[in-house]
């Protein structure tokens, strides 16, 4: 690979880490505390890791679906925005949920998502 190659794949890869970083919403500082990288391979490789880990962290957060927004809520595996605000509509007109089976009243969420949600669902604090 020529100079010139090289130099248009690094741009690339540039180009490939700001948007990525872009779209998953990382904030870059002038004062952050974050490692640089001479190699664009291994700063793409060091943001995508980071953003596996705000993904893991975000799924095992224990959700009250009591409390939660529309925002935690569409955390969950299968629920999107209108299942979501179907549970605060649900929520607001018959109460809370006694129990984590219960949301399988809320039009749209049946026993195959309560089921894959059940261990980060709950009802009290």
Known sequence: MNAQHKASFTRMIMIAVFSLVSTVGI???ANASEPCFNDPKRAYEYLIAKEQS???AREQKLININRAS???????DGIGS????AIIL???MFGGFR???ELE?????????????????????
């Open 27 to 29: 904030t870059i500082e």
């Open 54 to 56: 705000v993904i893991q």
């Open 70 to 76: 529309e925002g935690e809520l569409v955390s969950l």
């Open 82 to 85: 209108s299942k979501a605000q």
């Open 90 to 92: 649900y929520r607001d």
């Open 99 to 101: 129990t984590v089976d």
């Open 105 to 125: 009243k809320v039009k749209g969420i049946g026993a195959k998502t309560v089921e894959k949600n059940q261990k980060r669902l709950s009802v009290v604090d």
